[in-house]
């Protein structure tokens, strides 16, 4: 059974950082599509970073300079440390698996499981 659980949200004042981690269990992260999605109320939830199986990494233009993904395989864990934070980062974050090696996990359609999400809060 493949279980994803976010930890690291809080408070941040901007400019701060704060650093998300997901542990997964059920599965070994690096042979899957791993990535972090965001959502504010009202809105869908939007792809933010992902490492691919192959290693390969993709971010979105507004994670891009201050957002870094990684993995620690050792530890089955997914990482996200986010600088720079601005009030528009502040959204319920989520951790994601996709199995399918041939889709971009980026994308919501090719995400196959979902962790509970973990609030980021950015204060002005």
């Known amino acids: 059974q493949v279980q994803l659980v976010e930890s690291g949200g809080g408070s941040v004042q901007a400019g701060g950082s704060l650093r998300l981690s997901c542990a997964a269990s059920?599965?070994?992260?690096?042979?899957?599509?791993m990535a972090w999605f965001r959502q504010v109320p009202g809105k869908g939830r939007e792809g933010v970073a992902r490492v691919h199986s192959d290693g390969t990494i993709r971010y979105a233009n507004s994670a891009k300079g201050r957002f870094t993904i990684s993995e620690d395989s050792a530890k089955n864990t997914l990482s996200l440390e986010m600088t720079s934070l601005k009030p528009e980062d502040s959204a319920t974050y989520y951790c994601?698996?996709?199995?399918?090696?041939?889709?971009?996990?980026?994308?919501?359609?090719?995400?196959?499981?979902w962790g509970v999400g973990t609030q980021v809060t950015v204060s002005s």
């Open positions: 059920g599965y070994a992260i690096s042979t899957y599509c």
């Open positions: 994601a698996a996709g199995r399918r090696r041939m889709l971009d996990c980026l994308l919501y359609g090719a995400v196959d499981y």
